[in-house]
Antibody
Framework: DVQLVESGGGVVQPGGSLRLSCAASGFAFDEYGMHWVRQAPGKGLEWVSL????????DYADSVKGRFTVSRDNSKSSQYLQMNSLRPDDTAFYYC???????????????WGQGILVTVSS | QSALTQPASVSGSPGQSITISCTGS?????????VSWYQQHPGKAPKLIIY???HRPSGVSDRFSGSKSGNTAYLTISRLQPEDEADYYCSSFTSTSTPWMFGGGTTLTVL
């Protein structure tokens, strides 16, 4: 079974940094694009980032471009989200999600982690 | 504000059918066949129920169906059941600087 487990969340002050990790299992990790999606408490979903299976392609939402960096280590079946210059409006549950298209990224988020809370507050 | 517009809420009675719309533009819904729909129950992660406009992942009930006309995508749920009560989100690829977007979400109440 596919499993995605996020870690690294917590409370951080405005302007601070945090690194999220997503450990994957149950599939050929290097063959699939991986996304991050966030959800502010009580609000809707917001797509954050994509990294292709071979890490040659990365995309970001305008709201995080220049502040967040996505990466992956296929030898560890893990993806990461480095978040810098954090702002209070970055407060959200962050979900790791697997794209359902092999060797491509078509936005079919067929498996999701349980989510992890990031709180940006002084 | 989401680029994809959904009604904030819809409701229906058990056994009935409902349809949720997702309106975008030629830069997203109208221009690509890459529309997905997600179901989210309170406190849970979203679940993919429709991809590529009208395809169901294995294990998803055939009561869920998707379609598209012009710049608007639709999710139809037939034979409503109490467990269908949830939030529903559409998503589409976009040709803008943010390549993927979600709609604002629709809360379905089963009366």
């Amino acid at each position: 079974d596919v499993q995605l487990v996020e870690s690294g969340g917590g409370v951080v002050q405005p302007g601070g940094s945090l690194r999220l990790s997503c450990a994957a299992s149950g599939f050929a990790f290097d063959e699939y694009g991986m996304h991050w999606v966030r959800q502010a408490p009580g609000k809707g979903l917001e797509w954050v980032s994509l990294i292709s299976g071979d890490a040659t392609r990365t995309d970001y939402a305008d709201s995080v471009k220049g502040r967040f960096t996505v990466s992956r280590d296929n030898s560890k079946s893990s993806q990461y989200l480095q978040m810098n210059s954090l702002r209070p409006d970055d407060t959200a549950f962050y979900y790791c999600a697997k794209d359902g298209a092999q060797y491509d990224a078509l936005g079919r988020l067929e498996h999701w982690g349980q989510g992890i809370l990031v709180t940006v507050s002084s | 504000q989401s680029a994809l517009t959904q009604p904030a809420s819809v409701s229906g009675s058990p056994g009935q059918s409902i349809t949720i719309s997702c309106t975008g533009s030629s830069n997203d819904v109208g221009g690509y066949h890459l529309v997905s729909w997600y179901q989210q129950h309170p406190g849970k992660a979203p679940k993919l129920i429709i991809y590529d406009v009208n395809h169901r992942p294995s294990g998803v009930s055939d009561r869920f169906s998707g379609s598209k006309s012009g710049n608007t995508a639709y999710l139809t749920i037939s034979r409503l059941q109490p467990e269908d009560e949830a939030d529903y989100y559409c998503s589409s690829f976009t040709s803008t600087s943010t390549p993927w977007m979600f709609g604002g979400g629709t809360t379905l109440t089963v009366l």
